[in-house]
């Protein structure tokens, strides 16, 4: 299941765990980022709290917890090459796994299709 | 979307919407902050080969003295500046600052002598206020004008000079500094060796009329790409240059910024024309026995970016403030986090290790020598 944000996140939900990354629409608009702070495995976050950091050229920015939850795992590729975020955001360059307090919170998430109209 | 119906554009808005640049409210005017490229490519692109930059936001004043003599409009600005006017060449420029009563700085300018009159160039946020700065300050002996029907581009980068010199042979002839009027596709253009990037290059007043039409020629040349706000942030960072109203303000002296370059022997204690500026006892003072605190260089030593308003400790528990970052990001030629800041002066020596505090972490930053890069005017 592929859910989306109004914050920019998108989540594939599988079996009560979300893989967490952030959509093309957000990559573009922030444009080359040059570093990536995740969290650490193992904590745990309310739904809005912020779970990364990252940094283009010009700006920080925060990507925000989508859901409550606790981070099961990282993706230690986009750390190590924060370019990766703007050439694959909804691919190789999810952020982090997160075992949703509430598997069917997810739900009354966006769809694709309600998202790709927000950022119309 | 944010409301920008109410911002001021310049002539060459329209050229900006048409190369696909995201604009943004900037000192009051909608002004391109990047291209499609992005910042990291711009950046490059003016590093290796050549970047123009719309800078028309800020502010063309001319100084003209009643008199006709320039050495009456030099003198006369000499009171507001803290620098060496009256030596000042005819076709030369020079860096300057507006200090005040208390010795802090209200803006920095560029001022060249242009024979009958001088040329200033302003920061745009500041120029209504400089404007009236000056005409309180000059009127005696000077007419004061704001030119509003001018644009002023930025041409900047190692192919800058051959670029120009495609449409004006003599540009070669122009040293660091130099200031010259010249005819590009026959409009007459005011032009300094000069910039804001560390690199060499120009910046070319233009009437407004002309500006699209001057400025498109230039970029048709497959060496020069449009380079919004956000390189040029970054550019000036690399070149260690300050930024008014982050790195040096009305509470910063020019010893405090460390700018005292900008003030040439003459106005110093023992000079020809020693004072006689706003902030002179303040400003002299400092120079004799230095002063509290300094702008320095800042090189995180991780990956993370340390950005403007972090603080700086001596410790990495937050305990003993030191200073604070006035700038700070990415330097894509430096290809790593850069910053310049403030700290106290046990702590301005190279090399010395300080902690900014970013999300609750305290993350180890050198003391650094700026510029960052290497700066390639043609002196």
Not at chain 1, 13 to 38: K, M, N, R, S, Y
Not at chain 1, 67 to 75: A, T
Not at chain 2, 123 to 138: P, Q, R
Not at chain 2, 264 to 272: E, P, Y
Request: glycine content about 10%; overall charge negative.
């Amino acid at each position: 299941m592929l859910k989306f944000t109004d914050e920019h996140e998108w989540l594939k939900v599988e079996a009560g765990v979300a893989t967490v990354g952030i959509t093309e629409h957000a990559a573009g608009q922030l444009g080359d980022l040059v570093f990536v702070e995740l969290p650490e495995t193992g904590a745990t976050f309310a739904k809005g709290d912020t779970a990364a950091t990252v940094e283009s050229v010009k700006a920080a920015s925060d990507v925000y917890c989508p859901l409550d939850g606790e981070i099961v795992e990282v993706n230690q590729a986009i750390v190590d090459d924060p370019s990766l975020v703007n050439s694959d955001p909804q691919g190789a360059a999810w952020f982090f796994k997160l075992k949703l307090a509430d598997p069917n919170a997810a739900d009354a998430l966006l769809d694709e299709a309600a998202y790709k109209e927000l950022v119309a | 979307m944010e409301d920008i119906s109410h911002l001021k554009h310049t002539p060459l808005r329209a050229l900006h919407l048409s190369l696909g640049a995201r604009m943004v409210p900037f000192a009051g005017y909608e002004m391109p902050v990047q291209y499609p490229d992005g910042v990291m490519k711009e950046h490059l692109h003016t590093r290796t080969a050549a970047g123009l930059f719309d800078v028309s936001h800020m502010g063309q004043v001319i100084v003209r003295p009643k008199s006709g003599k320039i050495e009456d409009a030099a003198l006369a600005l000499e009171k507001l500046v803290p620098v060496d006017v009256l030596g000042l060449g005819e076709g030369r420029q020079r860096y300057a600052i507006f200090t005040n009563a208390e010795g802090g700085i209200l803006d920095d300018l560029m001022i060249a002598n242009r024979g009958d009159h001088l040329f200033l160039v302003v920061n745009a946020a500041c120029k209504d206020a400089d404007f009236e700065h000056l005409k309180k300050g000059l009127s005696d002996s000077c007419e004061v004008t704001m030119l509003d029907d001018r644009a002023l581009i930025a041409l900047q980068g190692p192919h800058a000079e051959a670029v120009l010199g495609e449409l004006w042979a003599d540009v070669s002839a122009m040293r660091f500094m130099d200031v010259a009027e010249a005819d590009l596709h026959d409009v007459t253009c005011i032009i300094s060796r000069s910039g804001y990037t560390g690199e060499d290059g120009f910046e070319i007043s233009i009437p407004s009329v002309s500006a699209a039409d001057v400025t498109q020629r230039l970029l048709e040349h497959p060496d020069v790409k449009p380079i919004g706000l956000g390189a040029r942030d970054s550019l000036r960072l690399e070149a260690g240059l300050c930024l008014y109203g982050n790195d040096i303000d009305t509470t910063t002296t020019p010893v405090e910024g460390a700018i005292e370059w900008a003030m040439q022997k003459a106005r110093r204690a023992g000079g020809a024309r020693e004072g006689g500026f706003p902030g002179a006892d303040r400003i002299l003072g400092q120079f004799a026995e230095g002063a509290s605190r300094r702008r320095v260089g800042l090189k995180p030593e991780g990956r993370a970016p340390v950005r403007g308003g972090a603080n700086l400790f001596a410790d990495t528990e937050g305990k003993t403030l030191v200073g604070k970052v006035t700038s700070g990001g990415f330097g894509p030629t430096v290809d790593g986090p850069i910053a310049m800041g403030y700290v106290d002066a046990t702590h301005t020596d190279n090399g010395t290790t300080v902690y900014a505090e970013v999300r609750g972490k305290y993350l180890p930053v050198a003391v650094a020598a700026l510029p960052f890069v290497k700066q390639t005017y043609k002196r």
